[in-house]
């Protein structure tokens, strides 16, 4: 997920080819970012194919629409969660949706959205800014143990413990406001040791990230509902980047099996060496796909 230039969508090769694309048809982008894999079915389905993308970010929506170009006019942009795709489309069936669940590089590099504690920004992290409360609104309000409960559940943080306490004790001197102040207060409180590979402070941005937008939320359900959007032979494939999201769709593509699917991967497909080297945010990608039996 680099920068619009040089844009590079996660697994774009495996994408492709476990879709089946092909020209002509009806494609779903569910999560359109900077455009990268929607660019791709475009080129990839040329003269007639067809595209609905959707993102719940309309900044990211505007710098899609120059991303695609000369091809933009095949296909229909509209701000929207990947859950409304089943309304979107209607009576229409899908030959290929596609899902990359993961927050894209513009989102990540702006620090006034406050997704990264790599630079300093306000405690924000909405996708959608137009809607809901913000991290800090979460870390200045949540009860102790509730807080702990959530960094454990969405972070898988064993010290959610310790580090909801540091943020209530900073958050009585003053308000947390900004990724900094949140990632020093995590890092003080988060345990010292040799094994932890990551930032002290990574488990729990990712957890209120899930929160804040309710990343977690329905999401088996939406993908039984998108699943049923698939024309006869249509295919679907989602790229998760955490484990969380991973076992939501492991477990409900599982349950899809038995039910008029059939499984593309039985093993999650991962970012080859040589693509992780180009885009090292491309590492924790998970990608599953599933195709709709011509009976259906």
Same mark, same amino acid.
């Given at each position: 997920m680099g920068s619009d230039a040089g844009h590079v969508p996660v697994l774009l090769d495996e994408v492709l080819e476990l879709l089946a694309v092909r020209p002509g048809?009806?494609?779903?982008d569910g999560t359109v970012g900077l455009g990268g894999h929607a660019a791709a079915l475009l080129r990839a389905t040329a003269p007639?194919?067809?595209?609905?993308?959707?993102?719940?970010d309309t900044d990211t929506l505007e710098r899609a629409r120059a991303v695609?170009?000369?091809?933009?006019?095949r296909a229909r942009l509209e701000p929207g969660d990947y859950r409304e795709i089943p309304e979107r489309l209607g009576d229409e069936r899908a030959d290929g949706i596609v899902l990359d669940l993961g927050i894209s590089s513009a989102q990540?590099?702006?620090?006034?959205?406050?997704?990264?504690f790599q630079a300093d920004g306000p405690l924000d992290m909405r996708i959608d800014r137009s809607d809901g409360e913000t991290a800090a609104d979460v870390v200045n309000r949540l009860p102790?143990?509730?807080?702990?409960?959530?960094?454990?559940?969405?972070?898988e943080e064993r010290a959610s413990r310790r580090i909801a306490r540091a943020i209530v004790?900073?958050?009585?001197?003053?308000?947390?406001?900004?990724? +900094?102040?949140?990632?020093?207060i995590v890092r003080r409180a988060a345990p010292r040791g040799p094994r932890r590979r990551l930032h002290p402070a990574t488990r729990t941005f990712q957890a209120l990230r899930i929160h804040v937008n309710r990343e977690l939320d329905g999401l088996s359900e939406a993908l039984e509902r998108i699943a049923g959007c698939l024309a006869p032979s249509g295919r679907m494939a989602v790229i998760a980047f955490h484990s969380l999201e991973d076992r939501a769709?492991?477990?409900?593509?599982?349950?899809?099996?038995?039910?008029?699917?059939?499984?593309?991967?039985?093993?999650?497909?991962?970012?080859?060496?040589?693509?992780?080297?180009?885009?090292?945010?491309?590492?924790?990608?998970?990608?599953?796909?599933? +195709?709709?039996?011509?009976? +259906?």
């Open positions: 048809g009806l494609w779903v007639d194919g067809r595209l609905l993308g959707l993102d719940r695609l170009g000369p091809v933009s006019d990540l590099d702006d620090p006034e959205r406050g997704f990264s102790e143990k509730a807080l702990a409960d959530l960094i454990y559940a969405y972070g004790q900073a958050r009585e001197r003053a308000p947390i406001r900004t990724t +900094a102040e949140l990632a020093e769709v492991k477990t409900t593509f599982r349950g899809l099996a038995h039910r008029g699917f059939a499984l593309l991967t039985k093993k999650p497909v991962r970012p080859s060496e040589a693509e992780t080297r180009q885009n090292p945010r491309a590492r924790s990608a998970r990608l599953r796909a599933l +195709a709709r039996e011509e009976a +259906a």
